[in-house]
């Protein structure tokens, strides 16, 4: 993934507000439903989520900007202090986790020696079928049921729409594959993706498999609570007064939403089913109105709130004491 500042186009000394209203505008910018004719949007929305995930984060942009994650999150390693390097990144406490595999030609513990090879070297070769010393021979030591682990975990970020649809969406492996995954309607942040064989091998071992955690990324416009969602509506003035129907997004197709007259701002409306699938059923979505007033100074709509504020005074704050 590019540089989620690059995606963003924000400096790396930007604001968290810069970065919130950068984030905004590309998200609206490049929704598949905003983009229904563009087969690209899905990505440029998905790699939008994605940067936004990592310097929209403050842990995550700090552990970015010094190096120790990379632009997908993962850690970066950082080796043992001048120990020997190798293996896989990801480990407990900050650590380097490392997967030994096994074969590979005769060497020491750098340049991907194998699991043999470091125990040939640590027994002076005494493994079943050599013999000390055997230069430019293969070993085949006798692990003695040592497991190895050949899983890969991967993360991935998915937007709320394919959590609810599903979808396909392509994923970089640590060992620079890339495959194409099936996203099944329904996933739930933290929920894993398994598939079978499409992780590491060693000979003589069964391939490991490919564990992807899922992540949801931020909605620009809705908000999760459990399988319901919230929105808030931005609606004018001369709406809240005089009612009027608005439209309003859902994760399918968009609805008409009846405001009555005299509607106060933070009033919601609840849209029955249109929430997030659940077992038996679906969530709501809640609609939160909030009374947007138009840019700049309007002299003609200040002239008229002073009129009615002359002649018909109220406090909406009375019950504040």
């Known amino acids: 993934m590019r540089d989620p500042y690059e995606v963003l186009g924000v400096p790396r000394g930007a604001s968290a507000a810069a970065i919130k209203s950068a984030y905004r505008k590309l998200a609206k910018k490049h929704h598949p439903d905003n983009n229904k004719n563009d087969p690209k949007a899905a990505a440029r929305f998905s790699e939008v989520n994605s940067a936004n995930e990592i310097i929209g984060d403050e842990d995550k942009r700090k552990q970015f900007d010094r190096g120790e994650i990379d632009a997908e999150g993962k850690p970066r390693f950082q080796g043992f202090g001048g120990g020997p390097g190798g293996g896989r990144a990801g480990g407990p406490g900050g650590f380097e986790s490392y997967t030994f595999r096994t074969g590979g030609g005769p060497g020491g513990m750098g340049g991907g020696a194998g699991f043999e ?23 085949e030591f006798d692990t003695g049921g040592i497991g190895l682990d050949l899983d890969l975990n991967v993360a991935m970020t998915v937007s709320l729409e394919e959590s609810v649809k599903g979808g396909e969406k392509r994923v970089r492996l640590p060992t620079g594959k890339e495959l194409n995954v099936k996203i099944p309607a329904g996933v739930t942040a933290g929920q894993q993706i398994r598939l079978k064989g499409q992780g590491e091998t060693a000979p003589g071992h069964p391939p490991g498999d490919l564990l ?36 309003v997004p859902t994760l399918g197709s968009a609805v008409e939403l009846s405001i009555p007259k005299n509607t106060s701002s933070g009033r919601t409306f609840r849209l029955k089913g249109k929430g997030l699938p659940k077992p038996g059923g679906t969530g709501d979505l809640f609609v939160s109105a909030r009374i947007i007033l138009p840019d700049g100074n309007d002299s003609e709509l200040e002239a008229l709130m002073q009129k009615w504020r002359d002649g018909h005074p109220y406090n909406p704050r009375s019950d504040f004491g």
């Open 212 to 247: 992807i955690t899922v992540s949801i990324a931020p909605h620009p416009f809705f908000k999760v609570e459990g399988s319901d969602l919230r929105l808030d509506l931005p609606i004018t003035l001369y709406e809240a007064v005089l009612g009027g129907k608005v439209r």
């Open 117 to 139: 090879d470091i125990l040939n070297s640590m027994f002076g070769g005494a493994a079943r079928g050599g013999r000390p010393g055997g230069s430019g021979r293969t070993f």
